[in-house]
């Protein structure tokens, strides 16, 4: 360990360390000094920690010299000492003490709807999140934003949201939110193995437009939530009422020609349904009464919502949702015996995925998985049969809901470099 020496020292120090390529100490940005308190400074830079208030004084005074009194403010906060203290007691304790408070600083860029950030981050991302927290500190200088004023925190959000969506020049003329799904969605056509960089790699280009909405996308789905509508009283056993059951099997032809079904197992395609919409939140049990949330009204008013869940349930997790992408992509291609289906899903899975008792998955362990994805897309009406079951197709429906779903997977944030 060094001594920091002198006052100027320790500013040439700070300067040399915080602007390695030179520039006044106005341009540095609040994260860039909240991470230097809270991280670099405890890890990284060399000094004794007795040596940390003189230190963090000197680059506040820096600071305020240079019309910085916010970020000057974060080297003798209360927060910034409570997490010098946590880093001495363990690095565990630093750890989470650091993303405690970078959770909670005004310029950290909030997730919204259009975009969660990664934990993991291409350039494209690092670069536009680094802006939209220097978005966010030139907002809460010019007051713009005011934290604990009515209404911030949505605020925040729309401010960032409609940086988003406009061009940059750092993203030659995109917009952020494109540039970074762009480079999501190459690092997603990356992932190893073999098998599935193929796969992926043959949908990217499919994948940089959005598909359009179809007005009746998911329309069982649909049905099912506006015939619950503000509730429906379930039966003894907390099936759906046999009315409804009976409705549902007329008007998709979901029965035995002839036949009426008494309950809704009976009826496999409605017990998908109303499994999902449980799960998605859509709709809600209280005691025997089944009726909408409020989530589940706002997706009946907004198709594009609807699909997206839809689409989303659909796919699944985790190896579920990995064997649905092959599933998928070989559906978009046309037409497909069930056989032939298994075949394209099984070459994903025979590669990337092992049994619990350490074995390569066999054709009837692809189908049974394949399954979990089929039936749940004959209920939403994403999947059509020919030929006495032999044979699967996309509906046009289907085909958006398949687009919006993969789409989704390749945009979503990463949690690992190769996730």
Excluded at 41 to 56: D, F, G, M, N, R
Excluded at 100 to 129: K, N, Q
Excluded at 169 to 194: C, F, I, N, Q, Y
Excluded at 201 to 210: E, I, K
Aim: glycine share 8%.
């Amino acid at each position: 360990m060094t001594r920091t020496g002198n006052g100027g020292d320790v500013r040439d120090r700070l300067l040399g360390w915080l602007l390695p390529d030179g520039g006044p100490a106005g341009s540095l940005a609040q994260e860039d000094v909240e991470r230097f308190c809270w991280y670099e400074l405890p890890v990284k830079w060399t000094a004794e920690s007795a040596e940390y208030p003189h230190i963090l004084t000197a680059l506040a005074e820096l600071l305020d010299d240079a019309g910085r009194p916010r970020a000057a403010a974060v080297c003798t906060s209360e927060v910034t000492r409570e997490i010098l203290d946590a880093w001495q007691h363990s690095p565990d304790q630093g750890r989470a003490a650091y993303r405690r408070a970078v959770d909670a600083s005004p310029v950290t860029p909030p997730d919204t709807a259009l975009l969660t950030w990664g934990a993991v981050m291409g350039i494209d991302e690092a670069v536009a999140r680094s802006n939209a927290s220097r978005l966010l500190e030139q907002a809460l200088d010019d007051g713009v934003l005011v934290p604990g004023a009515r209404g911030y925190a949505t605020a925040r959000i729309k401010h960032v949201e409609r940086w988003l969506t406009t061009p940059h020049p750092a993203h030659d003329g995109r917009t952020p939110l494109d540039a970074v799904h762009s480079e999501r969605r190459r690092t997603w056509a990356k992932v190893p193995p073999a098998a599935r960089r193929r796969l992926r790699g043959a949908l990217t280009d499919l994948l940089s437009v959005a598909p359009e909405v179809p007005a009746d996308t998911a329309e069982p789905l649909r049905w099912l939530l506006e015939s619950v509508g503000d509730g429906v009283t379930l039966t003894q056993a907390g099936y759906l009422p046999r009315a409804l059951v009976i409705e549902a099997a007329e008007r998709y032809d979901w029965y035995l020609p002839g036949m009426v079904p008494r309950t809704e197992y009976d009826v496999a395609r409605l017990a998908e349904l109303h499994e999902l919409a449980r799960a998605a939140r859509l709709l809600a049990k209280r005691h025997r009464r089944l009726a909408l949330t409020a989530r589940g009204r706002q997706h009946l008013a907004d198709p594009a919502l609807l699909q997206a869940t839809a689409a989303r349930a659909w796919f699944g997790d985790g190896v579920r949702a990995e064997l649905a992408e092959a599933a998928a992509a070989a559906l978009l291609d046309g037409e497909l015996t069930l056989d032939d289906l298994t075949g394209a899903v099984h070459t994903l899975a025979a590669e990337a995925f092992t049994l619990a008792d350490g074995g390569t998955p066999r054709p009837d362990d692809t189908r049974h998985f394949l399954w979990q994805w089929l039936r749940p897309g004959e209920a939403l009406g994403f999947l059509a049969y020919r030929d006495r079951r032999r044979s699967i197709s996309l509906t046009p429906t289907g085909r958006a809901a398949a687009l919006s779903a993969l789409r989704s997977r390749a945009h979503a944030p990463r949690t690992a470099p190769w996730a």
